[in-house]
């Protein structure tokens, strides 16, 4: 399983949601959104609003997987 | 146990100077920040020390930018690129030009932009005006080639903001202890902790 970490403050909030829109499971550890897969995790960044320091920033940490995408369009972490 | 904090912020951070009229012109005509001390010194000691200026300038909350302007000194380089302290040539990148700056805080937006306005008018007008993470900032360079940055707060830091940083500090020191530290290893490292004491802070939040 593939989990993603992200902080929870009021700028990342909607890559949480948008992660949950796209089949993720989301839950929390402490103050962090877990966002969790049994395959990739695809978060669209125009979908979740964030600019663009907001966007590069929003990872706190990456377990049992690795980032194969994080641009302007989309992250990607595919398990590992 | 924590050591007890005790400092009290920058009492003042030390540039040299090649151009003391526009420098005074930049902090003390064009931003308004005020002279707040100097001392004339004649050099002295085993180094040839020129005489020299040192003049300070108040840059909000007592703390203070200061300059040494000495007499008769040629500039230390010739590089085009940096400042009156430090040259660099065409193959260091800008992103590393630009790391070094001071960035001095303002309240809010309208001081923000009451900054920008000062600076638009003078002769260093604001090169950049951008919102960071949860921070918006302008930048400029003075007339000594030393970017300047007014940076004001978009909203409070959390204290989850706090823990985050501590998080990230900790997993740096673990991957740079090892051989290739890399984004991909730090984000791994503090996966960990989150995992182990992300959950436990929350709870001592009470």
């Not at chain 2, 007008?125 to 000594?144: A, C, G, R």
């Not at chain 2, 989850?160 to 990230?168: G, K, R």
């Amino acid at each position: 399983m593939t989990a993603l970490y992200v902080l929870d403050v009021p700028e990342n909030t909607t890559v949480a949601k948008v992660a949950a829109e796209a089949g993720a499971t989301v839950g929390k550890v402490g103050p962090y959104f877990e966002i969790t897969s049994d395959g990739s995790i695809v978060i669209d960044r125009r979908a979740t609003g964030c600019r663009h320091a907001v966007w590069y920033s929003c990872i706190a940490g990456v377990a049992g997987g690795r980032i194969v995408q994080h641009d302007k369009n989309a992250l990607q972490v595919d398990p590992a | 146990m924590a050591l007890e904090h005790k400092v009290r912020g920058v009492d003042h951070a030390a540039f040299p100077t090649f151009d003391p009229a526009g420098t005074v012109r930049f902090y003390r005509d064009v931003l308004g920040f005020p002279v707040v001390h100097s001392i004339c010194a004649a050099g002295w000691g085993p180094e040839n020390h020129p005489d020299f200026i040192h003049f300070f300038f108040d840059i909000g909350n007592d703390d203070r930018i200061a300059f040494f302007y000495y007499f008769g000194l040629e500039p230390q380089h010739t590089h085009e690129r940096g400042d009156a302290y430090a040259g660099f040539g065409p193959e260091v990148p800008e992103f590393f030009v630009r790391s070094r700056h001071l960035a001095i805080h303002v309240d809010d937006e309208a001081d923000l932009l009451e900054y920008r306005r000062r600076l638009d008018e003078s002769t260093w007008p604001v090169e950049m005006q951008i919102q960071h993470e949860t921070i918006e900032s302008i930048y400029t360079h003075d007339p000594n080639g030393y970017m300047v940055e007014f940076t004001r707060a978009m909203r409070p830091v959390t204290p989850q903001e706090d823990l985050d940083a501590n998080l990230t500090i900790d997993a740096l020191l673990d991957v740079v202890a090892e051989p290739d530290p890399s984004f991909g290893k730090l984000l791994a490292r503090k996966a960990e902790l989150i995992v182990e004491r992300a959950a436990d802070w929350e709870a001592a939040q009470v």
